[in-house]
């Protein structure tokens, strides 16, 4: 992996937007793309359907459920980078030894989007995504599996309180730094 330094983000091609469930993942990933004239994936259009079935009955997934699917995940993303040039992803990556799955697989820094904010704010915005197959008695789980960017980390850390266009501006500006 070349080095560079923290906060130069201009360089990287992986961008992932992360945070716990009903954080906005999905729709601020897709806004970013579209902003930068990049293509997006959704990490949880990847899961197996074994991983779907679990949540959508209430049980959290386990680390043994998610390294395969983050591995496939990372993958997606180096693969569409390589023909596109760049790609922004949405996916949880809420502990950091998913970040470092991700990393480590795709071969390349990732620069890692936090998407942060009060969980009753988030749980409002869950509870109207009618139809998701995360329900809304996970988020406590979430949020107890939610472990911040430590130092040597390269994210960015946005509150969720703000507007969507407010949030996709903020973050725009700082990856094309």
């Known amino acids: 992996m070349q080095e560079r330094p ?7 091609r992986l961008i992932v937007v992360m945070g716990v469930s009903g954080a906005g993942k999905s729709t601020i990933g897709e806004r970013l793309a579209k902003k930068l004239d990049i293509p997006f994936l959704d990490a949880d259009n990847l899961h197996p359907r074994s991983n779907v079935e679990k949540m959508r009955g209430g049980t959290p997934l386990t680390d043994e459920d998610r390294f395969p699917w983050l591995e496939i995940v990372a993958d997606a993303m180096r693969n569409t980078a390589d023909t596109r040039g760049r790609v922004v992803c949405a996916c949880s990556a809420l502990r950091r ?12 820094q990732i620069l890692f989007v936090l998407l942060h904010g009060d969980k009753a704010v988030i749980a409002e915005r869950q509870a109207n995504r009618p139809g998701h197959f995360m329900p809304p008695k996970l988020l406590d789980s979430q949020f107890a599996t939610l472990e911040h960017f430590e130092d040597d980390e390269d994210g960015i850390v ?3 309180a703000k507007s969507v266009e407010e949030i996709v501006d903020e973050i725009a500006v700082q990856i094309t730094r």
């Not at 923290?6 to 990287?12: F, K, V, Y």
């Not at 030894?97 to 390349?108: I, P, Q, S």
Request: hydrophobic share 35%; with cysteine; glycine share 4%.
């Open 6 to 12: 923290l906060n130069s983000h201009a360089d990287i």
């Open 97 to 108: 030894v998913y970040r470092d799955c991700l990393t480590r697989r795709a071969g390349e």
């Open 158 to 160: 946005v509150d969720v």
